[in-house]
């Protein structure tokens, strides 16, 4: 996803600005001047991207050398367009890859783009033509597409299992990192009281997005600070004597903090460093240039009876486990940092049982 705002939302002129950008077509980004007459090459495109990153394709523009070629006019508005591709897609790939398509119109002439948005898809492998075969986006300008090495095929099949369970594999490490700064700390993780969690990670993690040798290095551009501890894959860093956040190269991002051993839940703290938290995702992943949808998950767990404070005031916890998940796009994150996580927050103290006059 290019553009920083929902696709219901383009305009026409949105789409102008982004092709003056001059970004060549890559793993997640094709343009093409018209639909294409043969149906089913359309159709591996659409597949591939699926079946790899997602991505974004934008029709009506020309390209030179891969790059979009001035000047931004558009094509003639076809009315039926949007239905041709729906046809496509149901007509030449099993199963069908869900796109979100918009129309973009020239208020002043009879011109306009189409933006067709691919999300990377939990239903692989997408099969094409008769010969049913799986595609993926290779960002190479003589073979955009090829058919999928049997090497790579195990990380499609059965909806992305691989992918997920390699997700889940490291979601626990970097919880099992936590419990052993706990342990560090002669702290029994199992009598801790209350342990909030913060974490993001590509929503089908497959290979490391950078060397982890190369993590201290991000760790400085993102302006993180104090005292880092190595573990596989990743770096820890201590945010207070409560507190840790861990980077690592597949794109995680876990923050995780329990709370003082009386039980007293400073909330103002926790929504502190949790948006702290979430300004440094937005920029690790713009330093990684990682664009494809993320899992964020809130957690806070054995946090029944627990006084939040808030202010001079303080309100028992009648939840004893409280969960929160969303799939978002780096670049909204990015985008729209501060209304993301305000809806996030309202979320979570609504779960807390903060009336109103508490948010």
Not at 17 to 32: A, C, Q
Not at 61 to 70: A, C, I
Not at 195 to 213: A, I, N
Request: charged share 25%; proline share 6%.
């Amino acid at each position: 996803m290019f553009f920083q705002k929902p696709i219901n939302q383009l305009t026409y002129e949105d789409v102008r600005n982004f092709l003056k950008l001059g970004i060549p077509e890559n793993t997640m980004l094709d343009y093409k001047l018209l639909l294409p007459k043969n149906n089913e090459k359309f159709a591996k495109t659409i597949a591939a991207f699926a079946n790899s990153l997602g991505g974004t394709i934008i029709i009506g523009v020309k390209d030179e050398h891969d790059k979009p070629k001035p000047p931004f006019n558009g094509i003639a508005v076809h009315q039926k367009i949007r239905g041709q591709i729906e046809s496509i897609i149901q007509e030449h790939i099993d199963p069908v890859v869900f796109v979100d398509i918009a129309t973009c119109k020239n208020p002043k002439n009879n011109n306009m783009f189409i933006v067709v948005n691919i999300p990377q898809s939990n239903l692989t492998p997408h099969l094409v033509g008769p010969l049913k075969r799986a595609y993926v986006r290779t960002g190479q300008a003589s073979r955009p597409e090829t058919i999928v090495h049997p090497n790579n095929l195990p990380w499609l099949l059965d909806n992305r299992r691989k992918s997920n369970n390699l997700r889940h594999i490291l979601i626990d490490k970097g919880e099992a990192h936590f419990d052993n700064y706990l342990r560090s700390l002669a702290k029994d993780p199992a009598e801790v009281h209350g342990v909030c969690t913060l974490l993001l990670t590509p929503l089908y993690p497959q290979e490391p997005l950078l060397d982890y040798k190369n993590l201290p290095e991000i760790a400085s551009k993102l302006g993180l600070e104090g005292t880092f501890n190595t573990v596989q894959d990743g770096l820890i860093l201590q945010i207070s004597k409560q507190s840790t956040l861990e980077i690592n190269s597949y794109g995680l991002v876990l923050y995780k903090s329990a709370l003082e051993k009386d039980g007293i839940f400073d909330y103002k703290c926790f929504t502190e460093e949790a948006a702290k938290t979430l300004k440094i995702a937005a920029d690790f992943y713009k330093e990684l240039g990682f664009i494809s949808p993320l899992l964020m998950r809130v957690k806070l767990a054995k946090v029944r009876g627990c006084n939040i404070k808030i202010a001079d005031e303080q309100k028992r916890v009648v939840e004893d486990y409280i969960r929160l998940e969303k799939q978002v796009y780096p670049l909204v994150l990015q985008a729209e940092l501060n209304s993301f996580a305000r809806k996030i927050f309202d979320e979570v103290s609504w779960a807390l049982n903060l009336m109103p006059d508490y948010l």
